[in-house]
C-alpha cells in the first residue's frame, strides 16, 4: 500500500487590541481577523459568544486542488472583549472544496461546545472523498475528545453538509447530515448519529426516504424529530433514542416549486412546546410569485388545520423570501420575518408577524411593515425575543451602490406596536469604496443585549476582493449601543400575578427555588421545567393538588447551566407558565 506523507505548518495569530462593545454604529468590533469562508456562531449561558469560521491555510496537498483547510473557534466575552489569549485551532486537515453550508456548532446545556468538521482526512487515495468528525470542547477551550475528534462515519463521500445537532435527556448528542454518493448519477441521503456524552458512536443510520437540509428537534423521553425536505416535500420522522421510527415519514408540505435558490437558505426549524414550527417559502404555480408559509407539527405528528398546504405569513402579493421565526414560550407564540419584493425586486420592504401555536395570527392577517416599502433591496434578517416577551426584528437595509447595506433593528410590543428603531452598522462615507454586508446572524438575548453578527469585507474595502471577515455590534434592551450589562435583581415573593394561579417564590435563582400553586385543590396537573428553546428538562410534579395553597420546589441539578428557563403548570383548564432565571 502506497503511503502518502504530508507535514502541515501553521502558526496561530493572536488577537488584535480589542475593545468593547462601540456605542458608535460606525465603529463596530472586528470579530475575525483572517479572511474566511463559512463562519457560525452561538452564545453561552453567561452571555459570551463563540464564533468558528473556516479559511484555507494554503497548504498544497497536492498540485491540483486538494487543499489544507483550518477549522478555527474564538470566543468572546459578553462586553465584547477576548476571553481567550489566541483562537482556538480544532483541526488543520485536507479538503478539496469551500463549499461547506453546515450548521457547525452546538451547545449543550452545561455551555459544552460540539462542532462538526467535514474533511476528506480519511481519504488517503487521493484525497478527493468526504467524512464527517465532531469534537467536544469546553468553554475554556480544552477539546474533551482530544485533538482528532470522534469520527462519525469512515465511509467515503463525494459531499457532507447540514450537520446538525440536539441533546437527549440522557446527555448525549443526535446529529444529522447530508452526504453525497456517486452510482450512475449524483445523489443525496440524510444520515443520522447518536453519540454518547463520552464520544462513543452508539448507532448510525440512513434516513428513508432519502432527503437534504436536515433538521433535528428534541421530542422528549430521549426521542427526537428529524425535519428535512425529500423531493417536493417537506418531511418529518419521529424515532426513539435507538433510531426506530415511531411515527413517519410525515408530510408537513406537499406541494413543491421550490426557488432556484440554495435549498439549505429555506427551510427552517424552530423548536417550541411539544413540537417544532417550520417555515419555507415556495412557488408551486411556477409564476414567480413566491409566499412565505408555515406550519406547526407537534410531537404527535399532527398539523395545523391548513394540513400539507402550509399557512401563509402574509397575503399581500409581493413576492416574499426567507422567513425566519423565534419562539416566545411565555406566551405560547412565534414571532416571523421575511422579506417582499415586487416582481422585478428593485421596490422591497420586511414584513413581520405573530402566530400561535393554534395558526391563528396575534397581528393583522397582512402582517406588519417592519421594515417600510421603498425602491431599495432589503435582506439578511433575524428576529429574537427579549426577557419580557418583546420582539426584536433585525435587518440589512441597502443604502449605496448595489452592495453597501446599513444594519437596523426595531423593538415590538407583543401586540404589535413599534417601542424603538435603531441602527447598529453604518457605512462609511467613503464613494470609493463598497463595504459588502451579508450574513446577518443575531444572537439570542443574554445580560441586557443581543449580539449581531454579519460578514463584512472591511478592512479590505472593495467588493471585487474576495476578502471577507466577521463583525459585530452590540444592541441593548433599549435600543442603544455599547455598554449596558445589567445584573438582574434577586425577587422573594408569593404574590401571584392577578388572574393567575402559580408564580415563583424566587427568582432568579440559583440551587432550588419553589413555585406555589393557589385556587386548584384537587385538581390533577402537570408541572415542567423547559429551557429557552422550548425543550423539557424535567417534570416537579405530575399529580392532584391537595390544598388550596401549595408549593412544589425545584432542587436544581449542578449540571443545569445558567440562563432562562421556563415552569409550565398545565391542567385541563389552565395553561400558565413562569419564567426563571438561573444564575
Not at 237 to 243: I, M, Y
Not at 450 to 466: C, E, F, V, Y
Request: hydrophobic share 35%; net charge negative; glycine share 8%.
Amino acid at each position: 500500500m502506497k503511503k502518502l506523507l504530508f507535514i502541515i505548518v501553521f502558526t496561530a495569530a493572536v488577537f488584535p487590541a480589542v475593545g468593547q462593545w462601540s456605542d458608535n454604529p460606525e465603529q463596530n468590533n472586528q470579530i475575525i481577523f483572517e479572511s474566511m469562508y463559512d463562519w457560525d456562531a452561538r452564545i453561552l449561558s453567561d452571555g459570551s459568544s463563540i464564533v468558528y469560521y473556516n479559511r484555507s491555510s494554503r497548504t498544497l496537498i497536492n498540485q491540483d486542488t486538494v487543499f489544507s483547510i483550518k477549522h478555527v473557534l474564538v470566543r468572546y466575552n459578553a462586553d465584547g472583549t477576548p476571553a481567550w489569549d489566541e483562537p482556538l485551532i480544532v483541526a488543520n486537515t485536507p479538503n478539496h472544496t469551500f463549499v461547506m453550508v453546515n450548521d457547525h456548532l452546538f451547545i449543550n446545556s452545561e455551555d459544552e461546545i460540539y462542532l462538526g468538521v467535514s474533511d476528506c482526512r480519511y481519504d488517503t487515495g487521493d484525497w478527493a472523498r468526504m467524512s464527517l468528525t465532531v469534537y467536544k470542547i469546553s468553554k475554556d477551550g480544552e477539546q474533551l475528545w482530544g485533538d482528532t475528534g470522534v469520527s462519525i462515519d469512515r465511509q467515503l463521500h463525494g459531499m457532507i453538509a447540514q450537520s446538525n445537532a440536539i441533546a437527549l435527556e440522557d446527555a448525549s448528542v443526535i446529529i444529522a447530515w447530508e452526504d453525497g454518493y456517486y452510482s450512475s448519477a449524483p445523489s443525496t441521503r440524510t444520515k443520522i448519529a447518536r453519540i454518547s456524552s463520552q464520544g462513543e458512536v452508539l448507532w448510525n443510520k440512513e434516513l428513508s426516504p432519502a432527503g437534504q437540509t436536515a433538521k433535528v428537534v428534541n421530542g422528549g423521553n430521549n426521542e427526537f424529530i428529524i425535519i428535512y425536505m425529500s423531493g417536493s416535500s417537506i418531511q418529518a420522522q419521529k424515532l426513539d433514542f435507538n433510531g426506530e421510527r415511531l411515527w413517519g415519514p410525515n408530510v408537513i408540505y406537499d406541494k413543491g416549486g421550490w426557488p432556484s435558490a440554495p435549498m439549505h437558505t429555506n427551510l427552517k426549524v424552530v423548536p417550541v412546546e411539544r413540537g417544532a414550527f417550520v417555515s419555507w417559502y415556495a412557488d408551486p404555480d411556477a409564476n414567480r410569485a413566491e409566499d412565505a408559509y408555515c406550519s406547526y407539527i407537534n410531537l404527535n405528528g399532527e398539523l395545523l388545520a391548513s394540513g400539507t398546504s402550509g399557512l401563509k405569513l402574509g397575503y399581500s402579493g409581493l413576492r416574499q423570501f426567507s422567513p425566519r421565526g423565534v419562539y416566545d414560550p411565555a406566551n405560547k407564540c412565534v414571532y416571523y420575518i421575511w422579506s417582499e419584493m415586487n416582481a422585478g425586486q428593485d421596490w422591497s420592504g420586511m414584513k413581520g408577524q405573530k402566530v400561535f401555536l393554534t395558526g391563528e395570527f396575534g397581528w393583522d392577517a397582512n402582517a406588519v411593515w417592519v421594515g417600510p416599502y421603498l425602491k431599495r433591496r432589503v435582506g439578511y434578517s433575524d428576529v429574537s425575543i427579549d426577557n419580557e416577551g418583546n420582539p426584536c426584528f433585525f435587518y440589512l437595509e441597502e443604502t449605496k451602490s448595489v452592495s453597501d447595506y446599513t444594519g437596523f433593528a426595531q423593538k415590538r410590543t407583543p401586540t404589535g406596536d413599534s417601542l424603538w428603531n435603531t441602527i447598529f452598522t453604518k457605512i462609511v462615507d467613503d464613494e470609493d469604496h463598497i463595504y459588502n454586508k451579508t450574513d446577518l446572524a443575531v444572537l439570542p438575548f443574554v445580560q441586557n443585549q443581543w449580539i449581531a453578527l454579519w460578514k463584512d469585507n472591511r478592512p479590505i474595502a472593495t467588493s471585487l476582493s474576495g476578502e471577507h471577515f466577521i463583525w459585530g455590534q452590540n444592541i441593548l434592551g433599549d435600543g442603544t449601543l455599547g455598554s449596558g450589562i445589567v445584573a438582574i435583581e434577586t425577587v422573594k415573593t408569593k404574590t401571584l400575578r392577578p388572574g393567575t394561579s402559580f408564580g415563583a417564590t424566587l427568582n432568579p435563582v440559583s440551587d432550588n427555588t419553589s413555585f406555589v400553586v393557589k385556587d386548584m385543590k384537587g385538581e390533577k396537573v402537570e408541572i415542567f421545567i423547559s429551557n429557552a428553546m422550548g425543550q423539557k428538562v424535567t417534570t416537579l410534579f405530575n399529580g392532584v393538588i391537595g390544598s388550596n395553597e401549595q408549593q412544589i420546589t425545584w432542587n436544581i441539578p449542578a449540571q443545569v447551566s445558567k440562563g432562562v428557563y421556563f415552569a409550565t403548570l398545565r391542567s385541563g383548564q389552565r395553561n400558565e407558565t413562569v419564567k426563571v432565571i438561573k444564575n
